[in-house]
């Protein structure tokens, strides 16, 4: 879903997606939006799978 945080298994850092642009080989692919150390911010475009959603604290 756009503007959603997930985990990118593929990178290890937590991305926001930004939105769909394609599909590949029956594979949906989202760019998504990375912070840098920096600041800065990166967008990279993903397969969906490689996408997990956050999972909430608990206590």
Known sequence: M???EYLC???GDVVTAIEQV???KGL???EVERKLGSGAR???IVPARSLQ???PATA
Do not use: C, D, S, Y
């Open 9 to 11: 298994v593929k990178f």
């Open 42 to 44: 990166k967008r990279l």
């Open 22 to 24: 394609a599909v590949v």
């Open 2 to 4: 756009r503007g959603t």
């Open 28 to 30: 949906a692919m989202w």
């Open 53 to 55: 959603p956050l999972q």
